[in-house]
């Protein structure tokens, strides 16, 4: 196989996981106090380039999927693009790649939170949740996932 096509083989791969996550647990995937499992994959570009574009058009898709207002479609998605791309940039340090996607969503989402669906919460407070939901899912879950795949990485990801 061809390292394009790998590359775009693996994109796909982790964009579906991320949809089927957030189709399943959807009722914990949105809204001011959200705990979205699918951002545990945040953690993939430690293991490889093509999780940037992944989990990226991963939120892409699920915010069309689910109907998410056209703020949280643009500003959701690129909060999940910078998170992915400064998480793949820390991937020397395993225990830095959460970080990107925990501060990014929790300074991001709250205002789109706001000004997209008229939350009442104050965005001080938002950030708090968002951030909290993102610590659990991305830090917490998102290492375990990464500790996992770490022994199995030779296996799953293949160098470019």
Known sequence: MNKRTLYVTQAAVIAAIYV???????YSSFGP????????L???PYFTPAAIPGVTIGCLLSNLLFRADILDVIFGTSATLIAAYLSYQLRDNKFLVPIPPIFINAIII???LKFAYFEADPIPFMMLTVGAGQLVSAGILGMVLLFSLDK???IIFKEY
Not at 20 to 26: A, G, I, N, S, T
Not at 33 to 40: D, K, V
């Open 152 to 154: 199995v990485k030779h």
């Open 42 to 44: 945040t953690i993939l």
């Open 20 to 26: 089927v996550l957030v189709f399943v647990f959807q």
């Open 110 to 112: 709250p205002w789109v």
């Open 33 to 40: 106090i959200q705990f979205r499992i699918a951002e545990a």
